[in-house]
């Protein structure tokens, strides 16, 4: 089985207060490293352990800046057999033309395969969309949220689909397809650095994002950023022991945990 | 006709609470809200939108993308188009709406959860929430969205009339992608990281006797227990129930934290946590910087009186 | 380097030394000895095994054939980091170090934020005259426990107007315990990637905070040119000079430990000690275990990220009751390591864990 993985390199954000600069028309990135997106992380885990298990070869793919290269090398390194980045310097905010680049490259290149991961989503802009409209574009079947899979078995994939509150869905999807993979799926691998030297030795090929689509292509347009309302400190409880314990229960209750 | 329509979100026969939310965008938006969803006993208000399209077909063939992608088409082959598609930000959600996106080359902006109506102008989270991206569409053409649940349901008011109801036929199973089964999440053995709820304890409860005692409010209250690295140094709870740094990374809906000072070990492998609630005797221990609600009390005594309220 | 340490075992004659001073043998499933014997006969080796190794170096020390069995720890847990056949925990650690320079993942653009704590500016090291820098560990940087030490270390050396500067957020993790861990790579580039600042900002002298970040910098760094220490060795020279003078008594019982990496590794025994009985009234005991036998702590080696599977009584637990047995107040020493994995023991028995430096500005 041969399986396109695509994967973005995103700013490690986590623990950091962002910035907005330039009357919020950006981000101040410039202090923060980078990394892989954690949901592609488990896609091309998963991809990798298919590949293992039945033959066939892994294809990591990202678009983005140069830099990008660095993600094509950790997922070269986890087991991929080469890497192809659509180099763009420019932030594409767009799903839909970040899908039609794709749609476009995988046409004219005339890439084959027999499915295309993605993570479900992405760190930075919590789309979780390019993969479905990919689908669309080129009518496979799609599935999101894909949190086991279970057989690949005449063609098909028997898969669990995470849904909310511990419930998950069985589904039959047929290859070729398009499936978002959700983090939890498996245990990604650890790759040493010498791994990832390793891989650097591997081909990688670039293409220019601006051969496949233009950013004029775009249908939603990002304004600019703006912050969230200031959360405080921590509320404090305060009163008699019982009005407290409502309050406690209240919130559970609020969370839907209780 | 300028309408919304909004696709239900219905699983097991049941009408999901966050479907008011894509009502209330529609309401938020002034658009007429036209609701679809499959035929069935479904629990809802028919007040509180314009239309409501019944389908004629099962509800795990509704909740498949390609399949809806045709109904939708449908629809709009005899009501028009829609100014906007309205989805729930939800697991099917998200996957019907790009994938609907993709197919009619329609624009999409998922989680989206605030709106300015005068400028037209959605917001939508970026990296956890820290910043809020505020989108237009760029072209003429229906717009896709995904709400995130709780952002719009206030919005959503009573039409004084019930709704109109029509009927639509249902496309048929296709085998590209078909449902087979729901399945309960496997609980094999305790994985603290799996669980939504927490109950974590830390040296402040004491000595082990209390364990049974807590053991008996997590049954109540449905938590799983956890705890920081004394408690299981001492034995009074099992190695795979530590959180921390050297301990397991945990980030469940709630983290109801009793006895635990808030040491930067601890802290590293629970501060993603939704909600944090610590109880500590110490008004100045630091578990409450990293905190959403704090109790300075007795853990032993708060225990207790939770375990009242809850059996009585 | 794996060739040497595959070379090196086949001279091993099994005597034992090792095994008897390993903080971990006889405790725990692990036995350096019997590891080292697997290694000579390149037996299979359970994978749980070698995350035991605090990395203390009793071993090697007492080592009569000069098998390094503490690098040989290292070079069975270079393999298992190749085959990503390790801990999660210590993975976690080891991503996070590879993205932020740090094991705890703490935003790299916070590792200068203790210096806002001074009453005074401390200048960037290109900034100053004699290029001496103060080097912090991670752990420094970012735990809010130990984030005083740095603040203490430099307010000392500000008062006796000893000229010293910072690198602020382009300081990166040492890799001492990266290299520990088994990962050579990251340990390599962490290393490049200090001295490559070193170079360009021209640092001649370097004062570590941690006797892990001196240890790795001073014998595994190669040929710098720089001068390493240890905060102690300056504070202990500033005072014999009389530019800091410990004046008010501190009437308490108190006991150093040594930590492995400053004392059984590095031979610095006498200047922690000598700043003590620099202080008025102070009475200063020792643990049985002192010195060159001094009991590890257990904090290193990676074990600050990973549990082993057991459960034993720790060290710290340990030398927490020798300490109450002997009547103390207040346990010091001078590695932050050692806090923590003391403290966490001592709050129970009602005993004081304090850096160092902690008691130096009570004093002074
Ligand atoms: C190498 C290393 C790794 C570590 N890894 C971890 C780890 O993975 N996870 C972890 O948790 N720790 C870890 N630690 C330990 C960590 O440093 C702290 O010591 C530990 O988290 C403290 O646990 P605690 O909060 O339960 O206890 P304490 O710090 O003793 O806090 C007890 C708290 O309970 C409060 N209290 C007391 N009585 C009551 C009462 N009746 N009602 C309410 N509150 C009360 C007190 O005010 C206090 O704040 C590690 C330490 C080291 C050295
Ligand atoms: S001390 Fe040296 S020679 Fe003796 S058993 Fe250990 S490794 Fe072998
Ligand atoms: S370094 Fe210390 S803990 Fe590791 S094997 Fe040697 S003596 Fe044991």
């Not at chain 1, 993979?181 to 990688?204: D, L």
């Not at chain 2, 099917?92 to 300015?116: C, N, Q, R």
């Not at chain 2, 991206?133 to 719009?152: H, N, Y």
């Not at chain 3, 790299?108 to 005074?120: T, V």
Request: proline share 4%; charged share 30%.
């Amino acid at each position: 089985m041969d399986i396109l993985v695509f994967v973005k390199r995103v700013a490690a954000t986590q623990e950091e207060e962002l910035r907005l600069i330039d009357d919020g028309k950006n981000i101040d990135l410039s202090k923060i490293p980078f990394k892989m997106n954690d949901w592609d992380n488990y896609a091309v885990e998963e991809a990798v352990k298919i590949v293992e298990g039945q033959g066939g070869s892994v294809t990591a793919i990202s678009i983005g800046s140069a830099e990008s290269d660095e993600v094509l090398r950790r997922a070269i390194a986890m087991g991929s057999k080469d890497g192809i980045l659509m180099e763009t310097q420019e932030a594409i905010h767009d799903p839909a033309l970040r899908a039609q680049a794709i749609y476009n490259f995988l046409k004219k290149e005339d890439i084959k395969f027999d499915a295309i991961f993605t993570g479900v989503q992405s760190e930075d802009d919590q789309f979780a969309a390019t993969g479905g409209i990919l689908a669309g574009k080129m009518d496979l079947p799609y599935a999101s949220m894909v949190i086991g899979i279970d057989a690949i078995e005449n063609g098909y994939f028997v898969l669990r689909r995470e849904l909310e509150g511990g419930l998950q869905e069985r589904i039959k999807i047929k290859a070729p397809c398009i499936l978002s993979i959700q983090s939890g799926i498996n245990e990604p691998r650890y790759v040493s650095i010498m791994g990832i030297r390793k891989a650097s030795k591997v081909e990688r090929k670039t293409f220019k994002f601006n051969d496949f689509a233009s950013r004029g292509d775009a249908i939603i347009d990002l304004i600019k950023w703006s912050y969230p309302e200031k959360k405080g400190g921590a509320t404090m409880l305060t009163g008699e022991m019982d009005e407290i314990c409502k309050e406690i229960l209240e919130i559970l209750k609020k969370k839907g945990v209780c | 006709m300028s309408y919304a329509l909004i696709i239900s979100e219905v699983r097991r026969g049941v009408f999901e609470e966050r479907n008011l939310d894509s009502i209330g965008m529609a309401h938020l938006a002034g658009k007429d809200a036209f609701l679809l969803i499959p035929e069935g006993n479904y629990n809802l208000n028919n007040s509180i939108v314009n239309k409501i399209i019944k389908a004629k077909l099962e509800e795990s063939l509704f909740l498949n993308p390609l399949i809806i992608t045709e109904l939708i088409s449908k629809i709009i082959g005899t009501l028009g188009a829609p100014e906007i598609v309205i989805f729930t930000h939800s697991s099917s959600g998200i996957e019907l709406a790009s994938y609907l996106a993709g197919k009619m080359s329609l624009p999409i902006i998922t989680d989206v959860s605030g709106y300015d109506r005068n400028e037209q102008i959605f917001f939508k989270s970026y990296y956890s929430d820290k910043v809020f991206g505020q989108f237009k569409k760029a072209k003429e053409s229906p717009l896709v969205i995904t709400v995130r649940s709780g952002s719009f349901k206030d919005h959503v008011t009573e039409k004084g009339k019930n709704a109109e109801e029509i009927t639509v036929d249902g496309p048929s199973g296709i085998e590209e992608r078909s449902f087979v089964e729901y399945v309960e999440e496997e609980k094999t053995g305790v994985d603290i990281t799996k669980a939504e709820f927490l109950l974590s304890l830390g040296r402040g409860i004491g000595n082990k006797d209390e364990i049974p005692k807590f053991e008996e409010l997590a049954n109540l209250m449905k938590a799983t227990i956890s705890g920081s690295r004394p408690v299981i140094d001492k034995q009074w709870l099992p190695k795979e129930r530590q959180v921390g740094t050297s301990g397991k990374t945990v980030k469940p809906k709630v983290y109801l934290a009793m006895g635990i000072s808030g040491a930067f070990q601890h802290i590293a492998g629970m501060k993603d946590s939704e909600c944090i609630i610590a109880v500590n005797k110490d008004p100045e221990a630091p578990i409450f910087q990293y905190a959403h609600y704090g109790i300075v009390a007795d853990a032993n005594k708060i225990r207790d009186k939770l375990k009242d309220l809850l059996q009585g | 380097m794996q060739d040497e340490a595959a070379s090196r075992v086949l001279v091993c004659i099994q005597c034992g030394k090792c095994t008897g001073g390993c903080p971990e043998s006889g405790r725990t499933p692990f036995n350096i000895r019997m590891l080292v014997r697997k290694k000579q006969f390149s037996y299979t080796i359970d994978e749980s095994i070698p995350w035991y190794c605090t990395a203390c170096n009793a071993c090697t020390i007492r080592c009569p054939r000069d098998v390094k069995p503490s690098e040989v720890v290292i070079d069975i847990r270079s393999t298992l980091v190749e085959n990503g056949d390790i801990p999660l925990a210590i993975q976690k650690a080891l991503e996070n170090t590879f993205v932020q320079k740090n094991p705890w993942g703490k935003p790299r653009s916070k590792r200068g934020e203790w210096a806002g704590k001074l009453n005074f500016k401390v200048p960037h090291i290109s900034e100053t005259e004699h290029k001496r820098l103060l080097f912090l560990c991670c752990v420094h940087a970012y735990d809010p426990r130990c984030m005083v030490i740095p603040v203490n270390v430099a307010t000392l050396l500000h008062r006796a107007g000893y000229e010293f500067g910072i690198l602020g957020e382009e300081e990166c993790c040492c890799g001492n315990e990266i290299r520990r861990i088994g990962e050579l790579g990251l340990f390599e580039e962490l290393m490049e990637e200090n001295k490559t600042n070193f170079k360009e900002y021209g640092v001649k002298e370097i004062i570590a905070l941690s006797p892990h970040c001196m240890n790795t910098m001073k014998n595994e760094y190669g040929d710098t040119g720089i001068k390493v220490m240890h905060y102690t060795e300056v504070l202990s020279g500033l005072i014999k000079e009389g530019a800091l003078k410990p004046h008010k008594p501190f009437e308490k019982e108190i006991i150093y430990h040594d930590p492995c990496f400053l004392g059984k590794q590095n031979k610095i025994f006498e200047e922690p000690r000598d700043i003590l009985k620099s202080i008025n009234n102070t009475n200063l005991k020792e643990f049985s275990r002192s010195k060159e036998i001094s009991l590890c702590c257990e904090g290193g080696g990676g074990r600050m990220f990973f549990e082993v599977e057991t459960h034993y009584k720790r060290n710290s637990e340990t030398r927490v009751e020798e300490a109450q047995s002997k009547g103390v107040e207040i346990i010091t020493t001078a590695c932050p390591f050692c806090v923590m994995t003391l403290e966490e023991k001592a709050v129970e028995k009602g005993l004081a864990v304090k850096e160092l430096s902690e008691i130096l500005m009570e004093v002074i």
